[in-house]
């Protein structure tokens, strides 16, 4: 099982939202490309996708009213999907990281932006831990930073692989035609210049 926070299911279910960057601030190329070729192998794998309900709702508010239902119709009819909720073993799991959080230094620990986003971003780690997922997929550093702590890996988009036909580069393709054509032309080429030499013809 793997887990799609609110940043890959934006790219996911909304691709013209925004383009994600890498860990250098260069934007990711052939997004949507690279989010399908995920989701097909996942498919094919039959590996569930984890969706954190916090992660659902933040998707649904930015996705707006006219996408949000077929969003969810969406994931009802795929069985890849699989919804998780905020229960007690994540709560358990979210009070564990903000005590350690406190007994180093602070409650916040290494996360950045509000209290409200840094207590979002761990119950998102929460969940995937209680779910035993077996990574993250997200663009957030917060979700990154909280789930490294445990050695969880999160996989940003920059880090998905394209699908082997974009990933390789087209050869140029020649018809016959242009080859049968660019032989006599290399032929004539390499043909000395001058009368051609007469014909000898076969004694008796």
């Known amino acids: 099982m793997v887990v799609f926070d609110a940043t890959m299911l934006m790219l996911l279910f909304r691709p013209d939202a925004g383009q994600p960057q890498d860990s250098g601030g260069k934007r990711v190329t052939q997004v949507p490309e690279r989010i399908k070729f995920l989701t097909d192998s996942l498919q094919k794998s039959k590996t569930k996708i984890i969706v954190p309900t916090p992660a659902l709702s933040e998707t649904l508010?930015?996705?707006?009213?006219?996408?949000?239902?077929?969003?969810?119709?969406?994931?009802?009819?795929?069985?890849?999907?699989h919804v998780?909720?905020?229960?007690?073993?994540?709560?358990?799991?979210?009070?564990?990281?903000?005590?350690?959080?406190?007994?180093?230094?602070?409650?916040?620990?290494?996360?950045?932006?509000?209290?409200?986003?840094?207590?979002?971003?761990?119950?998102?780690?929460?969940?995937?831990?209680?779910?035993?997922?077996?990574?993250?997929?997200?663009d957030d550093e917060n979700v990154r930073t909280f789930a490294q702590q445990f050695g969880m890996p999160v996989i940003r988009t920059s880090d998905l692989p394209l699908p082997p036909?974009?990933?390789?580069?087209?050869?140029?393709?020649k018809a016959p035609e242009d080859e049968l054509e660019a032989a006599i032309e290399a032929e004539e080429t390499a043909r000395p210049e001058g009368p051609e030499p007469p014909i000898q013809e076969a004694g008796p």
């Open 84 to 138: 998780a909720d905020f229960d007690l073993i994540a709560a358990i799991e979210v009070a564990a990281m903000t005590r350690n959080a406190i007994v180093e230094g602070g409650k916040r620990g290494a996360g950045t932006g509000t209290w409200a986003k840094i207590k979002y971003d761990r119950q998102i780690v929460a969940i995937a831990r209680a779910a035993r997922a077996s990574a993250i997929y997200s």
């Open 165 to 173: 036909e974009e990933a390789q580069p087209q050869l140029p393709f």
């Open 61 to 81: 508010v930015h996705a707006g009213m006219d996408v949000s239902q077929s969003i969810v119709e969406e994931m009802n009819r795929s069985a890849v999907f």
